[in-house]
């Protein structure tokens, strides 16, 4: 059973960093696209950013274009996202995602994590 872990969430101010991480186990994950999405109170789940499997490829939700960036380690099995320059609008739960069949920007996916909370004080 595949069980993907998230960590890395927390407080911070406004124009801070955090990172997050994602690890997979269960079974090897290089083969999957991954991302990691949001959701906040009382709105729709977002897509933050996804990665292909071999990491050549990466796709950003217009409102993290240019902050965040998503990378991945394959040998880890983990994926991360550094988030810079944290907004007032940024806070979360933020979800990791993998899918075989490249649906993640669909809103789909194979495996989900619970989530890790990010907040972010003004």
């Known amino acids: 059973q595949v069980q993907l872990v998230e960590s890395g969430g927390g407080l911070v101010q406004a124009g801070g960093s955090l990172r997050l991480s994602c690890a997979a186990s269960g079974r090897t994950l290089s083969s999957y696209e991954m991302g990691w999405f949001r959701q906040a109170p009382g709105k729709e789940r977002e897509s933050v950013a996804v990665i292909s499997w071999s990491g050549g490829t990466t796709y950003y939700g217009d409102s993290v274009k240019g902050r965040f960036t998503i990378s991945r380690d394959n040998a880890k099995n983990t994926v991360y996202l550094q988030m810079n320059s944290l907004k007032p609008e940024d806070p979360a739960v933020y979800y990791c995602?993998?899918?075989?069949?490249?649906?993640?920007?669909?809103?789909?996916?194979?495996?989900w994590g619970q989530g890790t909370q990010v907040t972010v004080s003004s």
């Open positions: 995602a993998a899918d075989l069949g490249g649906r993640l920007r669909r809103g789909a996916a194979d495996y």
